[in-house]
């Protein structure tokens, strides 16, 4: 009985049984078959943050008689080709989206997007190294093996600058939140300074409010308690200023 071929391919490919047996139904990682002379290639699109984990397919066949068939973009090698420029580009527009990032938040939300596509992109530089040693005298499947190459070194240094620019940006940002405490802290030690000096003056102040303020003035010991109160609140904010030292 032979085996039914799975959605993501195209009903017209004649697959041998050997390679529809190795198929389920989903495309599942990326990888190459290589069975009775055909060749079929199982790729994923360039992942992004908003698929959730799910990978679309692009798959390749190369037919024992050299013929190169492709799915769902059709061309068959020109396809991949264009496979690999969508790849470029996505390297592209992120790199462009690391310079552009200054917030953590934002290094945050790049990184979202470049950690999947460099595993993509490593998964995709291992198929076309094996696609390349199954059939070594095709010198376009050796370019875009070097293509794939170059794609995944600049989905690792991207990786890497956007790490650095995010712990950065955390390291900066750390600081300045530092810097403002110790400003704040220096405000406040200079109110409860200010507090300590006319605590003992508003205290008899206080005292003396319920009297008449001409006759308070008119007292004979007032001038003396306003004295005291100022001199006690000088030596209670020196001692506070050799306590904060």
């Known amino acids: 009985m032979e085996t039914r071929m799975p959605g ?21 990682r990326q990888r190459v078959m290589d069975e009775e002379g055909h060749l079929l290639m199982i790729l994923h699109a360039p992942p992004r943050p908003e698929d959730d984990e799910v990978r679309q397919p692009a798959v390749f066949w190369r037919n024992p008689a050299g013929e190169w068939k492709s799915a769902p973009a059709g061309g068959g090698l020109s396809a991949l080709q264009g496979h690999l420029a969508a790849y470029r580009t996505v390297v592209r527009q992120l790199d462009e989206a690391v310079d552009a990032a200054h917030s953590p938040k934002e290094y945050f939300d790049v990184m979202r997007a470049i950690n999947p596509l460099l595993r993509s992109s490593r998964n995709l530089l291992a198929v076309m190294e094996e696609v390349r040693k ?11 093996r070097d293509e794939a190459v170059d794609i995944e070194r600049g989905a690792d240094l991207l990786a890497n600058d ?34 300590a000096f006319f605590f003992p003056l508003a205290t008899l102040v206080a005292v003396f409010g319920m009297t008449d303020p001409g006759q308070v003035v008119r007292l004979p010991g007032f001038w003396p308690v306003i004295g005291i109160g100022i001199a006690l609140g000088l030596m209670v904010r020196v001692l506070l200023g050799r306590s904060g030292k």
């Open 162 to 195: 956007a790490k650095a620019g995010m712990e950065f940006s955390l390291a900066e940002s750390g600081e300045k939140q530092a810097h403002e405490a110790r400003v704040a802290n220096e405000e406040a030690r200079r109110l409860n300074r200010l507090v």
């Open 8 to 28: 993501f391919l195209p009903k017209t490919w004649d697959l041998p049984e050997a390679i529809r047996r190795r198929l389920g139904d989903q495309a599942g």
């Open 134 to 144: 199954a059939r070594p005298d095709e010198r376009r499947l050796i370019v875009m």
